[in-house]
Structures are given as structure tokens and as C-alpha cells.
Antibody, heavy 123, light 111 residues
């Protein structure tokens, strides 16, 4: 059974930084494309960022480009989302998800999801 | 990034069938068969129930089915059950720098 577990969420002031982590059981994170998807309180889902299986391709939503960075530590089998220059509108539950990504850029679907990590940006 | 358009709510009685629409453009839903659907119960993570327009992952009930016509995709839930009460989101690949877009979400109520 595949399980994804996010950690690192919390309360941060506007302009601050936070790093989310995602670890997996039943799945080698280093082998598959992975993504971060977020959901603001009471709102819908929003794709944030993806990384290809070989790590050569990364993609970002316009709203986070230049502030959030997706990466992977193969030695720790962990996916990260480094979040800098955070804004109030970044407040959301952040889910990591295994992703079907064709040719490094055709994002098809998200087939396994973690339970999410809550990030609150507030003064 | 503009979201795909879904009705805010759909309701039905147990045993009935309901259909949720998801309208996009030729840059996403209409141009590719990379349409997927997710079920989300309150306080839970989303769950993939349909991928590539009409395919069901292993373990998903065959009461869920998907289709597409032009720029509109549809999710049909047949034999509606109380456990189907949840939020449903469509999503699609988009051939712009946005890469991927979700629908606005539909709340399904079982009367």
C-alpha cells in the first residue's frame, strides 16, 4: 500500500520561509514524478509544482514561480517544497501527490495523495 | 490561471444517477484526453476516481464513469449511495505554461 506523509507545516509571518517534506512507504519517490497541490481553507484544489521522475524537469504555477522550489533528496528518499517570500494568500493545506507526467511535461493525473500539511501565513 | 467550470452543487436520491459537468477550452479539456476526476470527503485528501477521461483506477467502483464531448467532460455516478456525498473535482492538462488546471468543484448531496 502506498502512503505519502507530509511534514513541516506551521505558522509563518508574511515574507517568511518554510520547507515542507514528503516521505513515502510502498513507493520510491526517486523513481516517479511528484507534485505539490494546495487547497486554501474552504476553497478548491490548485496545482502548485511538479518534478519529473528523473528530476530534470520542474514546473510551477504562475502564482508561486520564483518563490517556491520543488526538489528531491535521493539519499533521503524525500520530496521537498522550499517556500520563500510567503504571502497571506499562500495559506493552505499542501498535499504531495504521485504524478503521471508524460515526457517530462504532460501532466496527466495524480494517483496517490498524502494527508496534507497546513501552512498558515499570518502576522 | 482560470479554473475549469463545474456546477457548484448537484443532488440526487439514493439509487438515482447524477452527472457532473466540467467545461474548459480547446487548450485543455477539448484538446486532450488527459481529464481526471477526484473525490474528496470533508477533512480528507482527494482520491483519484477517473483518469484519461473514462478509465477507473483499480478498486474504484464501476458506479463511477467518465466521458467527454468537445470542451466538456462529464462524471456520472450511478446507483447513488450515501457514501458518495462529497466534493468532486475535475482536472486537465493545459497546453500553456500553466501545465495543469482543476475545476471549481461540485458538492454532491444525497437526499
Amino acid at each position: 500500500e502506498v502512503q505519502l506523509v507530509e511534514s513541516g507545516g506551521g505558522l509563518v509571518q508574511p515574507g517568511g520561509s518554510l520547507r515542507l517534506s514528503c516521505t513515502a512507504s510502498g513507493l520510491n519517490i526517486n523513481t516517479f514524478a511528484m507534485s505539490w497541490v494546495r487547497q486554501a481553507p474552504g476553497k478548491g484544489l490548485e496545482w502548485v509544482s511538479s518534478i519529473s521522475g528523473n528530476g530534470e524537469n520542474t514546473h510551477y504555477a504562475h502564482s508561486v514561480k520564483g518563490r517556491l522550489t520543488i526538489s528531491r533528496d535521493e539519499s533521503k528518499d524525500t520530496l521537498f517544497l522550499q517556500m520563500n517570500s510567503l504571502r497571506v494568500e499562500d495559506t493552505a493545506i499542501y498535499y504531495c501527490a504521485k504524478t503521471q507526467l508524460w515526457f517530462g511535461e504532460l501532466l496527466d493525473y495524480f494517483d496517490y495523495w498524502g494527508q496534507g500539511a497546513l501552512v498558515t501565513v499570518s502576522s | 490561471q482560470s479554473a475549469l467550470t463545474q456546477p457548484a452543487s448537484v443532488s440526487g436520491s439514493p439509487g438515482q444517477s447524477i452527472t457532473i459537468s466540467c467545461t474548459g477550452t480547446t487548450s485543455d479539456v477539448g484538446g486532450y484526453n488527459y481529464v481526471s476526476w477526484y473525490q474528496q470527503h470533508p477533512g480528507k485528501a482527494p482520491k483519484l476516481i477517473i483518469y484519461d477521461v473514462g478509465n477507473r483506477p483499480s478498486g474504484v467502483s464501476n458506479r463511477f464513469s467518465g466521458s467527454k464531448s468537445g470542451n466538456t467532460a462529464s462524471l456520472t455516478i450511478s446507483g447513488l449511495q450515501a457514501e458518495d456525498e462529497a466534493d468532486y473535482y475535475c482536472s486537465s492538462y493545459r497546453s500553456t505554461s500553466t501545465l495543469h488546471v482543476f475545476g471549481t468543484g461540485t458538492k454532491v448531496a444525497v437526499l
